[in-house]
């Protein structure tokens, strides 16, 4: 019984630290081209991006995320903004103005046409 018993709570131990350990899978990269359902399109290699307005800008980059400022001049100045990839082919993408949140945008990979 008490072989049983020390197996047991190995088990219920092991199971509980995989469970603990479990992290949801992220999409492998925010690199690439991505396109807005309104035509707009953006392109992101590692801190480099080409944002919508054509002007290529550094940001803050990781695998997953990228936050830029948009700089003087632009139609985005004054705003922030942030993405995070949510899979292969979608990333969020959410302005912050003045403090102030917009509501989140879905993006997609741009789709290559020939």
Known sequence: ???????MI???TVIAGLV???VPALADRIDGDWCSADGKH???????????????ISGQYDRHHFRYSAPAG???????IEMQ???????????????????????????VTS
């Open 74 to 80: 632009d139609p985005e100045e004054g705003q922030t």
């Open 20 to 22: 603990a350990t479990a």
């Open 42 to 56: 953006l392109s992101i290699e590692g801190p480099r991006i080409m944002i919508p307005s054509g002007a290529e």
């Open 85 to 111: 990839v949510l899979s292969d082919e979608e990333m969020w993408l959410q302005r912050t103005t003045g403090g102030e949140k917009m509501p989140v945008e879905t993006w997609r990979r741009c789709q």
């Open 1 to 7: 019984m008490c072989r049983f018993r020390k197996s």
């Open 10 to 12: 190995s088990t219920v």
